[in-house]
């Protein structure tokens, strides 16, 4: 369209000029009220178009602004994945630096040596997100996660080891924040001199210590393995075998050993699957098959609510829930989506999701849903103080990760 309009302003300078040469008055005077009348009317072309282009705009960003910003959270981080790649691998571009969601809008972090250089408008489309410059990639998040991971797994008697049970990515902060136990110059000296010296890295003192909160049939209510401690009903799956579909519900792997059977007030209602339980890695997680007609509802205990068989990602900022069999339905907000945290001297979990809520031993397997009550994992662990009382803070498994594992799905 711009070039209409230029092609029809040059045609006005051209005849005009012709007009002068010639002196042709009378057909000066109607020349250029003709003149006058193709300026106007390309202007107004030109002008009627844009217009018309700035509706259409402005149509598209309303209908895009409509998207909820998990919806949009989800299609950012699926922009990451190469079609040979498991959803646990994500490689992310140099121009991310993070997102997290902040009263119900997409906040995307890039770093400030990126900006303009990004292709989220091409991912989200416009106006679905809000874009803030940051210090470092979220590769180079990573990196050092990667080197903390490295360190704590090879060293888990060491006293530096011993003195931080928990780290994470922030994304809100654009840094890796590690807990520290003894929270002083010394500790932090020490942590730098033996693990890695990063000015990525801020440390702070630690609230307390993780424990796995362990002590139809719905989500939500208690499940005792015959050869473990109580735990909580997650939510219900199902794979294909040789032709046939199998039926199931995943709870947490610590919760049910491999291959235990699994009761339900007093009577076996499932059988843990021994190909598909595992307790390392970024997992805590196991699927046991149905037995004697049982089966697990999609309705949440006494919630009222039902469980969407929609799963996805939950950025920092999101309003999530989870019902447990002792503390019932209670109600949080996630604070990290890359976590690792240690229970005990053997046990550590890495891209755990760390959230701000309510919840006590025995809600280990607890579904963990959105306020749609789309899936998105099932509780792990929670951090206790130095008396054993909680400190409002826990970490889920992320039921894509599950899934993708076990080759399963919800239904």
């Given at each position: ?284 997680a196991t699927f046991c098959v149905f037995k004697n007609g049982y ?117």
């Amino acid at each position: 369209m711009l070039n209409v309009c230029i092609f029809v302003v040059v045609c006005s300078i051209i005849i005009t000029f012709m007009i002068i040469n010639l002196k042709l008055y009378f057909m000066k005077r109607h020349l250029i009220y003709l003149v006058s009348f193709m300026t106007v009317f390309g202007l107004w072309s030109c002008s009627s178009d844009d217009l018309g282009l700035e509706v259409n705009e402005k149509q598209e960003v309303k209908s895009l602004v409509s998207v909820s910003a998990t919806d949009a959270y989800n299609v950012l981080l699926e922009s990451f994945i190469s079609k040979s790649r498991s959803v646990e691998d994500i490689s992310y571009p140099d121009f991310y630096g993070g997102a997290y969601i902040d009263k119900g809008e997409l906040v995307i972090l890039s770093p400030i040596r990126f900006l303009g250089k990004d292709n989220y408008e091409a991912i989200l489309g416009r106006g679905n997100y809000r874009l803030e410059g940051c210090d470092y990639s979220y590769k180079e998040l990573e990196d050092v996660m990667s080197i903390i991971d490295k360190y704590k797994l090879e060293n888990k008697e060491s006293s530096v080891s011993n003195n931080f049970y928990s780290y994470e990515i922030s994304e809100k902060d654009n840094r890796v924040k590690v807990y520290l136990q003894e929270y002083s110059d010394e500790a932090i000296a020490s942590f730098k001199n033996e693990v890695v010296d990063s000015p990525i890295i801020e440390f702070s003192k630690a609230l307390g210590v993780p424990v796995f909160c362990s002590s139809i049939v719905y989500p939500g209510e208690c499940i005792q393995p015959v050869n473990g401690a109580p735990g909580t009903a997650g939510y219900r799956a199902k794979y294909v075998s040789g032709g046939s579909t199998v039926y199931g519900f995943v709870t947490c792997a610590h919760v049910v050993p491999s291959g235990d059977d699994v009761k339900y007030n007093g009577k076996v209602m499932a059988t843990g699957d021994a190909s598909r339980w595992k307790h390392s890695g970024s997992i805590d997680a196991t699927f046991c098959v149905f037995k004697n007609g049982y089966e697990l509802s999609n309705d949440i205990a006494l919630s009222g609510r039902t469980l969407s068989t929609t799963v996805k990602l939950a950025g920092v900022g999101t309003p999530i829930h989870k019902y447990g069999f002792l503390t019932s339905e209670t109600d949080g907000e996630v604070t990290n989506t890359n976590a690792t945290y240690q229970v005990g001297k053997d046990f550590v979990l890495k891209n755990a999701t760390k959230v701000k809520i309510d919840a006590l031993g025995g809600d280990s397997g607890s579904v963990v849903y959105g306020d749609t009550n789309i899936t998105y994992g099932i509780l792990s662990a929670i951090e206790v103080d130095d008396q054993e009382n909680p400190t409002g803070y826990a970490w889920y498994i992320k039921a894509t990760l599950i899934n993708s594992e076990f080759g399963i799905s919800r239904y």
